[in-house]
């Protein structure tokens, strides 16, 4: 199989969210093919440059995978299988990136607050950015303001996203914003917040950078906000 | 209190799934949705627990805002004040599909099968969802039978009812926590539970408790629950 060959079947499988040999594709027939986990293992081992796998197969295949879920042509769950593919693939070739010296977009530390277990939600922005070339680092749920910012300054982070389901737990996005100022990083770092009850007008209220309604609406903040 | 122990019941509505999933009534799914919907489905019967807990209660005073139920519970409302305007009664409720759903969408994010775990969350929350609407219908026609109306349900947490309320309504209740349980921020675990309370009214008053409905004046139009 030619180079390009096999980033076009990579890029295939992306916008089909195969990532194993067994998943099934938003088309039917093609469980049992070669999916994303073994072409990109098989393109590494080709001598394919891991920067090249990463701009010309999956993150074009993303954009285009963005572009049908805003058609409406995917749902979320098809876009998610797709987001999987990529934080699969970037999980394999991460050492190789590293290796050529390819340096990730920033630094994100993303948590669920405390007092909420809700996760989902924040592990689709998790992927998506993973699959934008942000090295995420995941404080999981029920994650306190102190542990927030201790993380934030231990890992050196460009980027905090604060996720909360649950109008009690909102108060830990504001907590988190005071604690970045007197810790002395708010200038350094840019602050994110999203989940069913916040809003940009909470947003502004508690002094944070961005309301993110989605994962594409981080992307497109990140995208424009970049923190030397 | 009665306690219904309710068989599995796995009716799905199609167009409600479609809508949680990011799309419209009449969807078309990929062929990878149908089959997760369709082995997700098949799955769930195994993983199904419902429950659900009720206890109807007088109620002593309506006001502006402030429903004043027997033993001194107070609930505080615009929007729900409207609701049970008229009813001398009120039918409190939690109800719950298990933890084991719980458990299977946490096992597939962990590993990492995102999109798996997007869809039974959303095929849960609607199972719970038809519990509770399956209750409601029988109680509306138990009392229609006895020439009473009930109004439509109302929970902690949407409108104008503040989510902290739902201590109130489990403390009334008073459940066993083995079944269903509320952290000090209002979160209920099992998650796929639903709280909630709906009033009862006497024949002269059967007009206005059936005709009001909340959600017509709201603004929230891409809200889960809306009932236009």
């Keep these: ?228 | 209190m009665p306690l219904i122990s309710l068989s599995p019941n796995i009716d799905i509505n199609i167009d409600k799934l479609a809508t949680r999933l990011g799309g419209k009534k009449q969807q078309d799914f990929s062929y990878a949705v149908s089959e997760k919907i369709t082995m997700f489905t098949e799955k769930m019967s195994r993983m199904l627990s419902p429950h659900l807990y009720y206890q109807t209660i007088k109620v002593d005073s309506v006001n502006n805002g402030e429903i004043e139920l027997s033993g001194g519970i107070t609930f505080f409302s615009i929007k729900l004040s409207k609701v049970m305007k008229e009813c001398s009664e009120a039918v409190c409720f939690v109800a719950t599909i298990g933890k084991d759903i719980d458990r299977e969408i946490i096992r597939m994010m962990e590993q990492k099968h995102l999109s798996d775990a997007f869809v039974l969350d959303a095929i849960g929350s609607l199972l719970v969802e038809s519990i509770v609407n399956d209750f409601w219908k029988k109680m509306k026609i138990k009392h229609q039978k006895a020439g009473r109306v009930v109004s439509l349900r109302f929970s902690p947490g949407y409108c104008d009812w503040s989510i902290e309320e739902q201590k109130k309504l489990f403390q009334f209740l008073d459940l066993n926590p083995v079944f269903v349980k509320l952290s000090h921020s209002c979160l209920m675990s099992p998650r796929k539970s639903i709280s909630g309370i709906f009033g009862i009214s006497y024949p002269h008053t059967t007009h206005f408790v059936e005709a009001y409905n909340p959600c017509k004046n709201c603004h929230k139009k891409d809200c889960n629950e809306r009932r236009v």
């Design chain 1, 1 to 228: 199989m030619s180079k390009n060959e096999i980033l076009e079947k990579i890029y295939f499988n992306v916008i089909q969210g195969r990532f194993r040999a067994h998943d099934e594709g938003i088309d039917e027939g093609l469980k049992g093919q070669e999916a994303v986990s073994d072409l990109v293992t098989k393109a590494l081992s080709d001598g394919i440059p891991a920067k090249e796998i990463v701009v010309d197969a999956l993150t074009k295949a993303m954009g285009r995978v963005g572009s049908k879920f805003e058609t409406g042509e995917y749902l979320i769950p098809d876009m998610l299988a797709s987001a999987d593919c990529v934080g699969g693939a970037m999980d394999i070739l991460k050492p190789f990136l590293i290796k050529d010296g390819v340096e990730s977009k920033g630094k994100f530390l993303i948590a669920t607050v405390a007092g909420d277990l809700h996760d989902i939600g924040k592990n689709i922005v998790k992927i998506i950015l993973k699959g934008e070339g942000y090295e995420v680092i995941d404080l999981g749920t029920n994650a306190s303001a102190d542990s927030i910012i201790d993380a934030a300054k231990e890992n050196n982070v460009q980027f905090i996203g604060l996720s909360a389901l649950l109008t009690t737990t909102m108060i830990t996005m504001e907590k988190v914003v005071e604690m970045s100022v007197a810790a002395g990083i708010r200038d350094k770092i840019k602050i994110l917040i999203g989940g069913a009850p916040t809003s940009h007008e909470f947003a502004m209220q508690i002094g944070a950078d961005a309301y993110c309604s989605d994962a594409f609406k981080a992307v497109i903040f990140l995208r424009q906000n970049s923190v030397s």
